[in-house]
């Protein structure tokens, strides 16, 4: 068990649709990473948060966006999804303000957009 | 920008064979480089790291890999492969900020009995 806790584990919905994966991070870490998983594009960085401030930017699209709340808990909210966007959302959280530092991955976030 | 390629998406191992997984890295400033592992239904986990201490790196579970900068290589290895070993294994880089980590597509590890 990492300490990293994502939900819901599981998802499908709509193309079209909008959703939301939540991650609460280790105690103590304030770094948060999104990862997408999927068989083509393999394991991409989305974004970071540190502290509740944005730190780095990946290949995320503008129909998705993230934050970091005051208890240090993230949301990665996806809209008008489509059927590209199904895979695997990873969520990893580590103490530094770089992935210098080990980062601690949760379980991930299976998502199926049909 | 900094890439990592793995050199196989299956390998596949007797169990007591000699593991090793290909990584080669392409950056443009020296680069911390990690191996991190998958197992089934869980998430990535830290394997070991090359932060430029020593080009030998020792892991977990009896894991190393050697950093060879002529070579632009980062290849993991295991003397004796067991059972438990087989997971997917990712190979990644930082950028020349250190601020985002790119990882390889990773190799899927199979072992025989």
């Known amino acids: 068990d990492s300490g990293v806790t994502q939900t819901p584990k599981h998802l499908i919905t709509a193309t079209g649709q909008r959703v939301t994966l939540r991650c609460s991070p280790r105690s103590g870490d304030l770094s948060v990473y999104w990862y997408q998983q999927s068989l083509d594009q393999g394991l991409q960085f989305l974004i970071q948060y540190y502290n509740g401030e944005e730190r780095a930017k990946g290949n995320i699209l503008e129909r998705f966006s993230a934050q970091q709340f005051p208890d240090l808990h993230s949301e990665l909210n996806l809209s008008s999804l489509e059927l590209g966007d199904s895979a695997l959302y990873f969520c990893?959280?580590?103490?530094?303000?770089?992935?210098?530092?080990?980062?601690?991955f949760g379980e991930g976030s299976r998502l199926t957009v049909l | 920008a900094q890439s990592v390629t793995q050199l196989g998406s299956h390998v596949s191992v007797s169990e007591g064979a000699l593991v090793l997984l290909r990584c080669n890295y392409s950056?443009?400033?020296?680069?911390?480089l990690f191996w991190y592992v998958q197992y089934p239904n869980q998430g990535l986990q830290l394997l070991l790291k090359y932060t430029s201490a020593a080009t030998l790196v020792k892991g977990i579970n009896g894991f190393e890999a050697e950093f060879k900068k002529s070579e632009t290589s980062f290849h993991l290895t295991k003397p004796s492969a067991h059972m438990s070993d087989a997971a997917e294994y990712f190979c990644?880089?930082?950028?020349?900020?250190?601020?985002?980590?790119?990882f390889g597509k990773g190799t899927m590890l199979l072992v025989s009995p």
């Open positions: 990644a880089v930082t950028d020349s900020g250190y601020s985002t980590l790119t």
């Open positions: 990893a959280s580590s103490k530094s303000t770089t992935p210098v530092a080990e980062l601690f």
């Open positions: 950056s443009s400033v020296p680069p911390y």
